[in-house]
């Protein structure tokens, strides 16, 4: 997949909480996946483990919550990282949920 989003130290993808998830599962499956670098800073978006983000976090339940949950996050911006967080990770910082 396309990483260049997830080589931007400017930005940040946070879980979002139940209440924030799409209303549907429709709209959940149109989300852009959390590497594309047509985000913007408010936009949510699916994860599949792309830029260290968790593939299990299953915020976003739909129907049968054996199989149609999703991971949700969304694309914020944050307060640039230090030189040490730059040398350590070429991916987007993730918040902690």
């Known amino acids: ?3 260049k989003l997830c080589r931007g130290h400017d930005r940040c993808l946070e879980p979002v909480s139940e209440t924030e ?3 549907t599962e429709a709209k959940a499956d149109a989300l ?3 590497d594309d670098g047509a985000l913007s800073v ?3 978006c699916e994860a599949d483990g792309e830029c260290m983000t968790d593939f ?3 915020n976003c339940l739909y129907g049968d919550l054996s199989q149609k949950n999703r991971d949700v996050y969304q694309f914020k911006s944050t307060p640039g990282p230090s030189e040490d967080e730059r040398a350590r990770s070429s991916c987007v910082h993730i918040a902690p949920h």
Do not use: I, M, V, W
């Open 56 to 58: 299990l976090l299953n």
């Open 21 to 23: 998830c799409p209303a």
């Open 42 to 44: 408010g936009d949510l």
């Open 1 to 3: 997949p396309d990483k």
């Open 32 to 34: 852009r996946k959390c």
